[in-house]
């Protein structure tokens, strides 16, 4: 049988305080009655010693007599605490005799103890016993007292009310802890519970799909926040899949739909007869199979890197050399377009993964090539402080609108749609780029106006530790 974390916290808790008191109580009785009983017994100890001592005082030695009268008042004082005394002389001859004195008095007195102990403290099973003391000074005894008291001790009316008072005591100092303590465990419980609860509760939600809730709450206990935190960024990083995927899968069938319709209307124009499969026309369906590929291609590419496990591959590179590679790889569209191309600065070489931030280069240099008119320009400028190096390529090409320029690192965005379709780009180059240079530690940023140009500027760290 499962019960809910509440209650298990509670009766633990319970249990463990109910244990605790039950452990005080019985020990802390124990070990004080014992301790009491000592106290008392020392007590009467004590008391006898007094009353013989007193006793024998009443003797005069020099004239052989007993202050009886005065042996009385101690007597009868002793009588009324429980001691029965019985004081004779050297000879034996009763000088005072509680018992002869008040026989019944004695009797009363004898009753009421053994009463109070057999009922109170049945397990003591004590009896009246008598001692007998002698009187001596100066080395000469002169006398003798009989005690008769109840052994090994008894306790009086006080006594026993203070026992009382003091289980009472306890007894309620246990019973308030227990309730006190029960209270503050049910608190404690649902105190740790209710964020527990409350995840699961936020976990199965994100389990059923909805991945934008979040658990927006501080439980001030270490182990809980980081479950709390744990599970808002699962759900983050859930819907920032899932919205990728979507996107993902809606661009793909947008790109793809455009080349298969025209492929597929050709075709049929060709297979009716309608149209004759001249080379010219073969070639644009030829063309438009190549866009697809490319498609897949880069769709390839960004899923290596989408897929979190950008391996980069680092060694120590130099800017400027992979950016005059670039640009030799590009001399044919170059010149094509009449553009001039220039690389000022340098800078020193950093650790870095050479092809990753060759491809980075090659998207930036075939955008700016791209979306240059013919006769433009475009320089290369590599800067370098004391943390980082960096490059920025600027070209005096068609720009790009001011409202699109916080998308264009988004996958599959385009500026211009119609205008771009005929550049043939896909709209993934430059998340990639942004991708491989966030594996970097570094940071991609563009500045634009449109019919001016563009300036794309990469900032890489000497020293990062990103990536794997
Ligand atoms: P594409 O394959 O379409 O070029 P990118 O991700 O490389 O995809 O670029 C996204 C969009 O940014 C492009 O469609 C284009 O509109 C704009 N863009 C990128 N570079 C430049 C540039 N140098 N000049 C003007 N527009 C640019």
Redesign the pocket.
Known sequence: MKHNLRAKLSIVIALVVLLTVAFISFFGNLFIGEQFNKYIAKLQEQKINEIVSTLSLQYEKSTGAWDVDFIHTIGMSALYEGYIAAVYDMEGRTVWDAQAHDMDLCAQVMEDISDRMVNNVPQMDGTFTSETFYFTRNNETFGTVNIRYYSPYFFSENDFEFLTALNTVLLVIGTLSLIISVLIGILMARHLSRPILKTVDVTKRIADGNYDVRIDEETGTKEIDMLISSINHLAASLEKQENLRKQLTEDVSHELRTPIAVLQSHIELMTEGIWDPTTERLEGLCEEIQRMGKLVE?LENLARIDSNSIKLNKSMIHLHEIINEVIRIFEAGIADKNLTISVDGDCSAINADGDRIRQVVV??L???I???KDGGAISFELQETEETVGFQ?K?N????PEN?LPF??E???????S??RK???????????KSIVEAHGGTIC?E?EIDR??R?KVILPKTNNRGL
């Open positions: 880069e998207n930036l075939s955008n700016a791209k979306y240059s390529i070209d090409g068609q720009g790009i699109e264009i690192f996958r599959f965005y385009r500026a211009d749609k205008r771009n550049t043939g780009g896909s709209g993934i180059g430059l998340a990639i780029a563009v634009s140009g563009s794309f």
